[in-house]
């Protein structure tokens, strides 16, 4: 609909995939989610088993246009269409997810990091069709925070962060994943920050330090929104209050 209505694309043809079965099917497993690409932010939302097993997921979701959207669009949808300011993309880049896609060569995985190439482009083949989106199981304490600003409630992020991680028991982060998207061509993960932190306590001078380290590598997108200056301010202003709360969230 996006593309259609911005006059992006003008196909001759419309497929709909509602009645290809099979494809809306949530499956929670002790390795971890499978999301079939037709399941819906509604489906999501709705589902509170979700909101135990891939809880960061479950956050990013609620924060997806308004009411009327979040019944229609769905994971596959938003995976192929990548928007650098979407939310699922920026949560399967963070979660290392892996995209299966199926085409006339058998099905593949993709990992996230290898899949979103440029704004509203994927690895995706034009014969291929992405079937489910898989995530590794989520541990039960692990701390988390997904931060968005947009100009009004359900528009598209400015700049949006995701951040998780373990706590050792000295109180060290483990496994740091940091995210961001709406910020740049396409989601992105802040290699950097993850590197200065992981293994570090998070302390708030520390944090504040990796963040930059994080951010000023990055290539700021400029619009008529926000520019560049801008967005970097209020993403890391978004990070260092998404480490804050996932330090202060008890775990579940
Ligand atoms: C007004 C408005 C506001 C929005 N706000 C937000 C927002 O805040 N955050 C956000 O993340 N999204 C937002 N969206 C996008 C929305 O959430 C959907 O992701 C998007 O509209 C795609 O919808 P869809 O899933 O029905 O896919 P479609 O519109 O059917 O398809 C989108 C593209 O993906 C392709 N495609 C669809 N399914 C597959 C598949 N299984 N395999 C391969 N290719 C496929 C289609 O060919 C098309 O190119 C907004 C959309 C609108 C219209």
């Given at each position: 609909m996006p593309m259609l209505a911005f006059r992006l694309a003008t196909p001759r043809v419309l497929v709909d995939l509602r009645?290809?079965?099979?494809?809306d099917r949530i499956h929670i497993g002790e390795q971890g989610v499978e999301l079939g690409a037709k399941v819906r932010w509604r489906d999501i939302e709705r589902d509170t088993r979700l909101a135990v097993a891939q809880p960061l997921l479950a956050e990013a979701v609620r924060h997806i246009a308004h009411y009327q959207i979040r019944n229609r669009g769905?994971?596959?949808?938003?995976?192929?269409?990548?928007?650098?300011?979407?939310?699922?993309?920026?949560?399967?880049?963070?979660?290392?997810?892996?995209?299966?896609?199926?085409?006339?060569?058998?099905?593949?995985?993709?990992?996230?990091?290898?899949?979103?190439?440029?704004?509203?482009?994927t690895a995706l083949e034009p014969d291929e069709l992405i079937?489910?989106?898989?995530?590794?199981?989520?541990?039960?304490?692990?701390?988390?925070?997904?931060?968005?600003?947009?100009?009004?409630?359900?528009?598209?992020?400015?700049a949006g962060a995701a951040v998780f991680f373990d706590l050792d028991e000295r109180g060290c982060m483990r496994a740091l994943h940091v995210g961001a998207f709406g910020v740049a061509d396409k989601p992105v993960r802040l290699l950097e920050t993850e590197a200065a932190l992981n293994g570090m306590r998070p302390e708030p001078a520390a944090v504040a330090e990796a963040i930059k380290l994080g951010t000023s590598g990055l290539e700021m997108r400029s619009d008529i929104h926000a520019d560049a200056d801008y967005r970097r301010a209020l993403l890391e202003t978004l990070?260092?209050?998404?480490?804050?709360?996932?330090?202060?969230?008890?775990?579940?």
């Open positions: 009645r290809v079965s099979g494809l769905t994971v596959g949808g938003s995976l192929a269409h990548a928007d650098p300011a979407a939310e699922l993309p920026a949560i399967a880049l963070t979660c290392e997810a892996h995209i299966v896609a199926v085409g006339p060569r058998g099905e593949r995985e993709i990992p996230a990091a290898e899949f979103f190439l440029a704004p509203l482009v079937v489910a989106m898989r995530l590794s199981a989520w541990p039960k304490a692990r701390r988390f925070s997904f931060k968005e600003l947009s100009r009004r409630l359900g528009d598209f992020a400015l990070l260092t209050r998404a480490f804050d709360e996932a330090m202060q969230r008890s775990p579940s």
